[in-house]
């Protein structure tokens, strides 16, 4: 599969909130909820608005994972960017209809590539224990675990606890 990262702009806002919203469900199977209020069209305009803040200020890259028909496959992010310290923070997500077909893993080698263009040199990431595909697509990728936390919490009547991950360009 042919994949390629672009950075978040204000003319994705719709197909992004369409992306969102068709993967709502899934994507909380996984992570908290963003809540109800999220999906209403002024707030996602105004968190869309301070993603792109974010992403001018150089604090954070937000990109859209796309495939050769310009269609969203997911998002991959680096945030708390601090080129002091060469640091930033993963995140990231797929559509359910595309879970299983290399595009997180493809997703993030590119985004590993492009991460030393903007002073990154060390990506912290975290998930849950529960979400084995994503310690698998990290490790893949050359992400050490470098720890569990021991405070377990409830998602989705499961109990689970998050699970850390560190890379290096070293």
Known sequence: MNIRLEPLKREDTRPLYVFEAENREFFETAVPSRGDDYYLDDVFLE????????????ISRFY???DEGNRILGRVNLTDINTGTGTGELGYRVAKMHVGKGVASLALSELLKLAGDIGVRRILAK???ANI???KVLEKNGFLHT??????????NETMRFTHYEWSDK
């Not at 720890?147 to 989705?156: A, Q, V």
Request: glycine share 10%; hydrophobic share 40%.
């Open 47 to 58: 968190r869309l608005g301070n993603l792109l803040e974010e992403q001018a200020a150089g």
């Open 64 to 66: 859209l994972i796309k």
């Open 127 to 129: 998930t849950t224990t």
């Open 133 to 135: 595909a994503s310690c």
């Open 147 to 156: 720890g569990t936390d021991d405070l377990e919490f409830l998602m989705n």
